[in-house]
């Protein structure tokens, strides 16, 4: 695949369009103000995969809410996930009573979501679910499964909508599958 975005190096194909991934944020959009009809609404997404899903996500919610970031230690240059998440940057905002919608880019093993899940339970929120854009359905280690998911994920290493390989790839409006 020839895009000048990747300086010449090589992804296998695309695995999702920009098409189809603005097709079905809008529908995440739709469940979600659904499925809040009141309270509160805190969107926490996680950094830094979730960015642009995140941004394309409120955009699409019919609802009043208040946006936030976590940071956890991520896979660096590795395919594999450690099973060491560790939190980095915790969100300012007051979870207590507040209902939470956790926003991750792709569940994998399961490991950072339930940690994250773990470590926020403790500041009692009113409710805690996840929105995935992508799940490889085959998370050992989830403890909840996500509410809302965009896409079953191929089981492939995918880059792009955020998604990166060390860094890289992050600014693809497609998901793409590496070699
Ligand atoms: P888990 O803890 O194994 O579920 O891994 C989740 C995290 O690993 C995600 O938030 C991503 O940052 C990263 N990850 C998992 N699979 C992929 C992939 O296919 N491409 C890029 N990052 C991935
Ligand atoms: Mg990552």
């Not at 309270?39 to 394309?56: A, C, E, N, W, Y």
């Not at 946006?67 to 996930?81: C, N, P, R, T, W």
């Amino acid at each position: 695949m020839i895009d000048p975005r990747l300086e010449g190096r090589e992804l296998k194909r695309v695995a999702f369009s920009e098409e189809q991934i603005g097709a079905r944020v809008r529908q995440l959009g739709n469940e979600v103000t659904a499925a809040y009809p009141d309270g509160t609404l805190l969107v926490l997404g996680l950094l830094k995969g979730s960015f642009i899903f995140v941004s394309d996500l409120v955009r699409q919610v019919r609802r009043s809410l208040q946006i936030d970031f976590l940071v956890v230690s991520s896979y660096g240059a590795e395919k594999v996930s450690s099973g060491n998440v560790r939190l980095v940057y915790d969100p300012q905002a007051e979870l207590e009573g507040r209902h939470i919608l956790l926003v991750e880019d792709i569940v994998d093993s399961g490991r950072t979501l339930s940690r994250v899940i773990e470590v926020l339970g403790e500041r009692r929120p009113a409710s805690i679910e996840v929105c995935a854009l992508l799940h490889k359905h085959h998370a050992t280690y989830l403890t909840r499964p996500p509410r809302f998911i965009g896409f079953d994920a191929p089981n492939e290493f995918l880059v792009g909508y955020g998604l990166d390989y060390a860094e890289n790839f992050r600014h693809l409006p497609y998901i793409a599958s590496l070699e």
